[in-house]
């Protein structure tokens, strides 16, 4: 199960990127329609980041139980 959350750390980083490549290729033809990218850019580095934060938070609840 902890692979899988790794993979989806790695999504939304790809998210991101791809978002933010596509704010700078569109900003000056069409600057209303980079919004949704500006978001997209933005909750998907809010989303990578918290989803690491909880994966390391699992692996060391898991690690401690183990110890115990």
Do not use: C, P
Not at 7 to 32: G, P, Q
Not at 38 to 56: A, D, K, P, Q
């Amino acid at each position: 199960m902890i692979k899988i959350l790794k993979y989806t750390e790695y999504l939304y980083l790809a998210v991101a990127i791809i978002s933010v490549y596509k704010i700078f290729e569109l900003w000056n033809i069409d600057r209303e329609g980079t919004y949704i990218f500006i978001f997209f850019g933005i909750v998907s580095i809010g989303m990578f980041l918290f989803r690491r934060n909880y994966r390391h938070r699992f692996e060391k609840r898991k690690r401690d139980n183990q110890q115990n």
